[in-house]
Every structure is written in structure tokens, then in C-alpha cells.
Nanobody, 118 residues
């Protein structure tokens, strides 16, 4: 499994970014896909996840109402639309994948930097 994250960048507070994760190497019909982030000096934290079927989505409290996760099975991509960005959203964002019947994310992308200026 290969995960390639992209779409990060520098944006002013209140702005928007859309992250994309290109997944390859297998079929993902029985997988959950997620976004995590890690800010400098902090531990990696969960942001959002989605079942590949699209039937269930989950968000960290910090992301609710501002971020939207989605997937495009035809393109094998998972996206994270981030609106109303805040300086505290600054972090390296990682996409991850796990089988739906396990709890551990086994596959990780390389990360994409998101910087929100005040």
C-alpha cells in the first residue's frame, strides 16, 4: 500500500486548503482512511476518518464544522477540505489507512505541511 499526500501550503487564518491522499497498491473496499496531524513539539493526533464505503465519517472535536473528509473511489483518493483555518491547525498532515476490522493504522503517507499564519 502506498499513500501519497499533497495539497499542503501556507494560508492566512480564515482561509481554506484541500488535502488529497492518493492511495495505491491494493483495493480499499474494506479499509478505513484517515488524516492525522502532528504539530511541532506535540504528539500526532487524529483529525478525521472515513470508511472507504463512505458510510461513516468521524472528526476530532477540533475539526468538526470546519473540515470535511471525502473519498473518490474512481480515483482512489481521499480528501480533506479544511475551511476557517486557524494558526493552531499548523502541522504536518498525514494520511493513513487500516483494514476496517483492525484498530491500528498500518499504512502512512509521507505527510504534507500546513502552515496557517495569523
Amino acid at each position: 500500500v502506498q499513500l501519497q499526500a499533497s495539497g499542503g501550503g501556507l494560508v492566512q487564518a480564515g482561509g481554506s486548503l484541500r488535502l488529497s491522499c492518493a492511495a495505491s497498491g491494493r483495493t480499499f473496499s474494506n479499509y478505513c482512511m484517515a488524516w492525522f496531524r502532528q504539530a511541532p513539539g506535540k504528539e500526532r493526533e487524529f483529525v478525521s476518518s472515513i470508511k472507504w464505503s463512505g458510510t461513516s465519517t468521524y472528526y476530532a472535536d477540533s475539526a468538526k464544522g470546519r473540515f470535511t473528509i471525502s473519498r473518490d473511489p474512481a480515483k482512489n483518493t481521499v480528501s480533506l477540505q479544511m475551511n476557517s483555518l486557524k494558526p493552531e491547525d499548523t502541522a504536518v498532515y498525514y494520511c493513513a489507512a487500516r483494514r476496517a476490522d483492525v484498530r491500528t493504522y498500518d499504512y502512512w503517507g509521507q505527510g504534507t505541511q500546513v502552515t496557517v499564519s495569523s
